[in-house]
């Protein structure tokens, strides 16, 4: 799954010289939480979210009056509280690379920039969350069942072809090896076909001929 597919392109941005009070307005209005900020010749050379908007503006609690409070928001720049060189992506980069970059930077979203050096989009922690839900098929409904298997070749068929012989229908697989035991691996497998009642019998026949962990139906409300 590449950026390009799943980020906003053409993102709303301003430029470094505007104030502050502008680009807060701006990002009210258009209900975005991160701004690219470009220079004159368009070029990325910053990021503001609504963080820096609201640790840079004057506290309720100031004396100021209502015209001085405005006469101070527009004089201050966006450049002067955006954050500089902000870390960016490639539309060809995968969005798992983007999410690690996210987890590991700390950061809640990233300027996407081509080859040229343009901004051609943006990619948000929420873009990373649509990518979760489509590879992980909750919204196809059907039940979860989770495993620790062998890390070895064929054990995924194993549990298909039980699966498969109860007339599931698997539509999702995921595999981590980050809370499972030595030489084995967690699978997450979604499937659909296997109604309710069905469901605890399958898992019995799971349990007795794999190291099965649970079954869960997600109910998600509309």
Known sequence: MLVKE?????PITAEEDTSLMEVSQLMREKKIRRMPILSKKGQLVGIVTDRDIKAASPSKATTLDVHELYYLLSKIK???IMSKKPVTISPEDTVMRAAVLMLEKKISG??????KEKLVGILSQGDVFRVLTTITGIYRGGMLFAFELEDRGGTIKEVADVIRAAGGRMTSILTSYETASEGWRHVF????GV????????????KSKFRFLYYVKDELKK
């Open 6 to 10: 799943w980020m906003t392109k053409n």
């Open 78 to 80: 966006i450049k002067d």
């Open 110 to 115: 990233l300027p996407v920039l081509d080859e």
């Open 189 to 192: 497998i979604r499937v659909q």
């Open 195 to 206: 109604s309710d009642d069905k469901a605890k019998a399958l898992a019995e026949e799971l």
